[in-house]
């Protein structure tokens, strides 16, 4: 099995798939800010959410409802800002994820990622961490958004937490862009190897 990547691209490739799946990984779950409503846990993604309140006909009440999903629709997300945080950081990680699966077959096809496509490669990895790197920054301006603040005590705001905390997948998400616009765009200038010069 020949490849088109040099020892480098190698280890550009799997790099390049740590991150995209740390990006993805953290994008899906909700647990990017955590807090309390009703003596429950509660966490929220940026289109996730576990633990809602819900009216409870039968006992005439509002209860937790103590399972995660999706909002009913787009619209449904809490803010603005978090509907754009939404897009951005889904199209980025969608950049991660291509990148990553290309670096891969990389890895088993030769003549596939020469010099010129490596970088061209690494240029887009750091569009798509940028990208998520835009989304993780936007997200604080919807922590004044009224669901949030029934989690938080009442006190969040935008950049002000309340008494609530930033979660794992909030750092997975960011990190995985930060390596990606760091360590694997550098990589990338030396992950193909020169095209063999063919006379005609």
């Not at 990553?100 to 990389?106: E, V």
Request: hydrophobic share 40%; charged share 10%; aromatic share 12%.
């Amino acid at each position: 099995m020949a490849s088109s990547l040099t020892c480098t691209g190698v280890i550009w490739a799997l790099l390049s798939l740590l991150c995209a799946a740390a990006s993805c990984v953290g994008f899906f779950m909700p647990y990017w800010l955590l807090g309390t409503q009703m003596d429950k846990p509660v966490s929220f993604g940026t289109f996730r959410r576990c633990s809602y309140p819900v009216r409870d006909e039968e006992r005439q009440a509002t209860v937790m409802l103590e399972q995660c999903g999706r909002y009913a629709s787009f619209h449904g997300i809490p803010s603005l800002e978090w509907r754009i945080c939404t897009v951005v950081t889904g199209v980025g990680c969608g950049l991660l994820l291509l990148v990553a699966l290309t670096a891969l077959m990389g890895c088993c096809i030769s003549d596939l990622i020469s010099r010129t496509i490596g970088r061209v490669a690494g240029g887009i990895q750091f569009v798509g961490g940028l990208l998520i790197g835009s989304g993780c920054a936007l997200y604080p301006l919807g922590w004044d958004s009224e669901e949030v603040q029934q989690t938080c005590n009442n006190s969040s705001d935008q950049f002000k937490l309340g008494s609530c905390q930033i979660g794992w997948a909030y750092y997975c998400t960011g990190a995985g862009a930060a390596a990606a616009m760091l360590l694997c765009t550098w990589l990338s200038c030396f992950a193909g190897k020169k095209q063999k010069q063919y006379p005609y």
